[in-house]
């Protein structure tokens, strides 16, 4: 089976502090002011499903509730929309990561295409239980457009990862 990525380079342990970073920043994107704008995808629920799938033991369901509880709170939503429809998703790519892990990108985001049409659906039934209006078949599109980023999101999240290439003639690796 060929590597997830075209480079046969080994990769760096992620640190910790990088995953937090790309979390919030995600965060801080969802938050932007862009009003009704149809197709911007949910960059949480991409960047999670991103680290629960590559680092699953590093972010997880707990992760993924913390980030929703914010959401939720930030975007002055139905209390706990996010944060089930995270947990959901980091459930699904944490049990799924190894066999995603499998394929190439474009295959691995037809993996996750699913997983993020779910959380939608998930946020789009708790927010109709509570009494919200059916927002069109477009708002379905958002997952879609996520889905298309995901090949280039996995470049630039494993870009910190990279060993810099040194040819050494006396070692095997």
Not at 42 to 69: H, I, N, Q, S, Y
Not at 70 to 89: I, K, N, P, R, T
Not at 112 to 136: D, H, K, N, S, Y
Request: hydrophobic residues 55%; contains cysteine.
């Amino acid at each position: 089976m060929q590597p997830t990525h075209s480079s046969r380079r080994i990769l760096l342990p992620v640190k910790g502090w990088f995953i937090l970073l790309t979390l919030f920043v995600a965060l801080f994107l969802n938050l932007l002011p862009l009003g009704r704008v149809t197709g911007v995808p949910d960059w949480v629920a991409l960047v999670l499903a991103f680290w629960c799938v590559r680092e699953p033991r590093k972010a997880g369901m707990a992760t993924a509730f913390v980030l929703g509880v914010v959401a939720d709170v930030a975007d002055a939503s139905l209390m706990g929309q996010h944060a089930l429809a995270y947990v959901l998703l980091a459930f699904a790519a944490t049990s799924l990561s190894r066999r995603i892990l499998w394929f190439p990108l474009g295959q691995q985001a037809l993996h996750i295409l699913p997983l993020l049409l779910g959380a939608q659906v998930v946020m789009l039934l708790v927010r109709m239980m509570g009494g919200a209006e059916f927002p069109g078949i477009l708002y379905l599109l958002a997952p879609v457009i996520a889905t298309v980023l995901w090949h280039p999101l996995t470049y630039l999240l494993l870009i910190p990862q990279y060993r810099p290439v040194d040819r050494d003639e006396n070692r095997p690796i």
